[in-house]
């Protein structure tokens, strides 16, 4: 690499006085505050429960629109109270797994 007129050579003595005297660059990592860890939220009842109701409504008015399938409306209704029920099951057996790991 050469060295033109417009790039001055430093002074080795200079530059070791210099980074003696300079603190080091950044902030000290003691002073530098850890943020606290926030805590997991679980999902909250209403927004579950109303979910699970606007999926079976949906699930519903999208079978009777069907044109070659048709379903009691009980019979779906109680098919869909049951495949709640499980899903509810699962999801407590999961969570109660996951709280012990």
């Given at each position: 690499m050469s060295n033109d007129e417009t790039t001055?050579?430093?002074d080795p003595a200079s530059t070791t006085a210099a980074a003696a005297t300079t603190p080091a660059a950044g902030p000290d990592p003691a002073a530098?505050?850890?943020?606290?860890?926030?805590?997991?939220?679980s999902?909250?009842?209403g927004t579950v429960f109303w979910g699970v109701v606007?999926?079976?409504f949906a699930a519903t008015m999208a079978v009777s629109a069907l044109p070659w399938f048709s379903v009691d409306p009980v019979t779906l209704l109680l098919?869909?109270?049951?495949?709640?029920?499980?899903?509810?099951?699962?999801a407590g057996v999961a969570a109660v797994v996951a709280r012990r790991g």
């Open positions: 001055p050579i430093p530098v505050p850890v943020p606290a860890a926030r805590a997991r939220r999902p909250r009842f606007l999926l079976v098919g869909a109270c049951i495949a709640a029920g499980v899903l509810l099951v699962v």
